[in-house]
């Protein structure tokens, strides 16, 4: 695995580093997508899920892997392990469920009903499971991900500019998206209750 992140030595950003976390950041976003889309179908029967994005990609379940791969090392504590396992994804999930509810109004998923849950963001159970994912990840996914990086590394080489100006273009017209549809929802009369 390519060391992005290095804290016996100073930060080391380059090229192929760069190139890596994209790889791992767009694979885990469609993961990610896939993994939400499947519960929905589970617990709803319905697979296509609202989402912030237009494409399969929910960003969100990408920062989180590929923090915890970069944060844990081969020597890092199991205890921390665990803490890292939780409380990562768990900020991520807080701090874009409150950015999403604050800019446009509306929460794409709600723990209001679930127990120690905080402001329908975040919650306890989940929390839970996100440990569980997490440690999956490191264990069994994150090294096949890396194995299929190694073959398509030179391709990638090539693509990965391009997948970070979609991202910037979905993220662009995401923003257009859903800050047009606070503005029509603030111009509609409220309906008489």
């Not at 885990?28 to 494409?55: A, C, D």
């Not at 910037?168 to 111009?187: G, P």
Request: charged share 10%.
């Amino acid at each position: 695995m390519i060391s992005f992140l290095d804290f016996t030595t100073p930060i080391d950003i380059s090229f192929e580093g760069v190139s890596a976390v994209v790889f791992y950041f767009t694979t885990y976003s469609l993961i990610g997508w896939i993994l939400e889309n499947s519960y929905s179908y589970m617990t709803k029967r319905k697979f296509f899920k609202p989402n912030f994005f237009h494409g399969p990609f929910k960003p969100m379940y990408g920062f989180a892997p590929v923090l915890l791969v970069y944060l844990i090392g081969p020597e890092t504590n199991w205890g921390i392990i665990l803490l890292l396992c939780f409380f990562i994804p768990t900020i991520i999930e807080y701090i874009s469920g409150a950015l999403l509810q604050k800019f446009f109004q509306r929460q794409w998923w709600d723990y209001s009903d679930m127990p120690m849950q905080i402001h329908g963001h975040i919650c306890l159970p989940f929390s839970l499971c996100w440990i569980l994912l997490s440690l999956a990840c490191i264990k069994w996914v994150h090294p096949a991900i890396v194995s299929v990086y190694g073959p398509v590394e030179i391709l990638w080489a090539w693509i990965w500019p391009a997948v970070i100006l979609y991202f910037i273009a979905e993220l662009a017209l995401s923003i257009r998206r859903h800050t047009s549809q606070v503005l029509e929802e603030a111009k509609s009369p409220n309906p008489i209750q």
